[in-house]
């Protein structure tokens, strides 16, 4: 290949890439706001709060209320993965860990910690 033909070939194929690159680069969090219905089992028993979830970007905010309280949430969404906290409103009080796959655009399923005192499975569905 000639000189002259690699340097078309590069003028004609670089704005491609690059433009493929910045695509991939800028592409939006899979959004999760609203509000979800959740299952959550543990080993005594089923309980089924209500998320609502705030986003910006990545990261996430709302609130997780249960029969138990009120609860702030703070996390993040990458991808399909949805990590985040329901703190406790108590000082020293257990935090609830939740870290899920996006399983749908309405869907969600995962993991619960409860500070190293019990774990749990959920699920979730977007009400709205």
């Known amino acids: 290949m000639t000189r ?8 004609l194929f670089a704005p491609a ?12 969090a899979t959004s999760v706001a609203g509000t979800w219905s959740f299952e959550v ?3 005594n028993g089923t309980g089924t709060p209500t998320v609502t979830l705030k986003q910006d970007g990545e990261k996430i905010t709302g609130t997780y209320e ?3 309280g009120s609860r702030v949430i703070e996390g993040t969404v990458k991808g399909s993965t949805i990590t985040f906290t329901a703190k406790s ?13 996006l399983t749908s655009k ?20 977007r009400k709205s």
């Open 4 to 11: 002259f033909n690699f340097l078309r070939l590069l003028f």
């Open 89 to 101: 409103p108590q000082p020293g009080g257990v935090d609830l860990l939740f870290t899920g796959t």
């Open 106 to 125: 309405d869907t969600m399923n995962g993991t619960a910690d409860f500070s190293g005192q019990g774990s749990a499975t959920f699920s979730g569905v």
């Open 17 to 28: 890439v690059v433009l493929a690159s910045s695509a991939t680069a800028q592409a939006p």
């Open 41 to 43: 089992v543990t080993e």
């Open 66 to 68: 249960s029969t138990r």
